[in-house]
């Protein structure tokens, strides 16, 4: 039997394939249950070596490369796999993403019919311009609400995201993205901005083109001159004249 | 309904041309390497599936897969490697399948019977040690398999095994090493 010892060591150098060092050499010697142990384990692996290299270098049929040659012609080198130019082969992905289109396209419409306060206070703060043309009331308190709202969403969520409020996409009105911290002054600004439009508007419908009328402009009235004749203001300065001499 | 039609403006005879030459080009170019690879690829998938037809199909197959991505290999001389770890993994891929099919097709014909017995054909062509070599192969980690089955295939040498794997040797003998170690207690 081999000595307990060195087995591991024995085992690992027939594995290894290397040669003994010199003490497992002398053990090697010295003890025959090792020595037969260890030739035992070599002439295994020696089998296994001869029974993979026998199996792993089989015969090339004769056919196969001539196959895969005629096989080569046929392709293109860069050619994609087949199924991926199959247009069946993309139907279930096309039909997938048109349904999810259609499930996000219904509940942005259902979400847009029913607008919230808050989300029309943001579709005003979005787009001044926009804001400013509407039809809303001028009131003076518009802010509160605005400003109300904002303070609300920084509370909750801390930034603006324009996205998740969009302008209709039928809306020519441009969007404007601002710092958060510079929010309140665009409503501010958006608020007064409304006012001031509202109030040109006003003049402009005032003077309407289809009501002017040609300028009448009234006749110069102009007072008459009061002229004295000039023999009395000579006479009178002829006596000046007399008395400083 | 007004019909559409794709074009790419600058498109031309003579682009296709160009294309053309290349494309023939490319096919040369592999054609030349699929003589030196091919009956490597074959014996990879040979020495996992240890079946010539199915190792014939799984060669055809990675030589196919290399051929259409031959042109996005950058580096031309890694091309041996490549058809091998291509063929590797395609081969264990067949052999997983052909596995889980038999396991079924066993399970749905005899559902009570253990394993079928090895047929006369089998018993005269393979004996219990090949059989049970086979069995250990399998069962080894799949980068210490490649390693094993390498250094059995056209005579390599360790140093074209790690060259062809694109590993240090110090990794292949020690690849090499815990595989025969494995294989040997197995078959003790």
């Not at chain 1, 609400?145 to 930034?159: D, F, L």
């Not at chain 1, 501010?188 to 508007?201: C, G, M, T, V």
């Not at chain 2, 749905?108 to 219990?128: C, G, I, K, Y």
């Not at chain 2, 192969?137 to 295939?153: C, N, T, W």
Request: aromatic share 4%; net charge neutral.
């Amino acid at each position: 039997m081999i000595c307990h010892h060195y087995k591991h060591a024995l085992l690992e150098l027939a594995a290894a394939g290397v040669e003994p060092s010199p003490e497992l050499r002398a053990q090697l010697q010295a003890c025959s249950s090792c020595r037969s142990a260890f030739e035992h384990e070599r002439s295994l692996l020696a089998s296994i070596d001869s029974c993979l290299r026998s199996s792993a270098n089989a015969e090339i049929p004769s056919a196969f490369i001539p196959t895969v040659r005629a096989q080569l012609q046929r392709e293109s080198p860069a050619a994609p796999a087949a199924h991926i130019t199959n247009p069946l082969f993309w139907l279930p992905a096309i039909a997938a993403a048109a349904i999810i289109l259609f499930i996000f396209a219904s509940q942005d419409h259902g979400v847009k019919s029913q607008p919230t306060a808050e989300q029309s206070a943001t579709q005003r703060i979005e787009s001044p311009v926009a804001a400013a043309t509407t039809a809303a009331s001028p009131s003076p308190a518009t802010t509160a609400p605005i400003t109300a709202a904002i303070e609300k969403r920084h509370a909750s969520k801390g930034v603006i995201r324009p996205d998740k409020n969009p302008v209709p996409a039928s809306s020519s009105a441009p969007e404007i993205l601002v710092p958060p911290d510079q929010e309140i002054l665009l409503a501010r600004y958006a608020d007064q901005f409304r006012r001031h439009h509202q109030s040109s508007a006003t003049l402009l419908t005032e003077v309407a083109p289809d009501q002017t009328a040609p300028l009448q402009v009234p006749l110069i009235q102009i007072a008459e001159l009061d002229v004295k004749p000039l023999a009395d203001t000579q006479q009178d300065g002829q006596q000046d004249d007399l008395r400083e001499k | 309904m007004q019909e559409l039609v794709l074009i790419q403006p600058g498109r031309t005879a003579e682009t296709d041309l160009q294309s053309g030459a290349t494309e023939a080009a490319l096919r040369r170019e592999f054609e030349e390497r699929l003589a030196e690879c091919g009956p490597l690829a074959f014996r990879v998938a040979r020495s996992v599936l240890r079946n010539t037809a199915d190792a014939e199909d799984v060669a055809q197959d990675a030589i196919l897969r290399a051929y259409h991505r031959f042109d996005k290999l950058r580096d031309r001389g890694r091309f041996k490697a490549w058809l091998v770890r291509i063929t590797f993994r395609l081969a264990l891929d067949r052999a997983k399948s052909s596995n889980r099919r038999q396991h079924r097709e066993t399970l749905w014909s005899h559902p009570e019977r253990q394993p079928a017995l090895p047929t006369a054909e089998d018993l005269a062509v393979a004996n219990q040690f090949r059989s049970r070599l086979d069995h250990a192969v399998d069962k080894l980690p799949e980068k210490q398999r490649l390693v094993l089955l390498l250094s059995a295939i056209e005579g390599h040498t360790l140093e074209e095994v790690a060259a062809l794997l694109n590993i240090p040797i110090g990794t292949v003998k020690s690849r090499l090493f815990f595989a025969r170690k494995q294989l040997a207690e197995k078959l003790r």
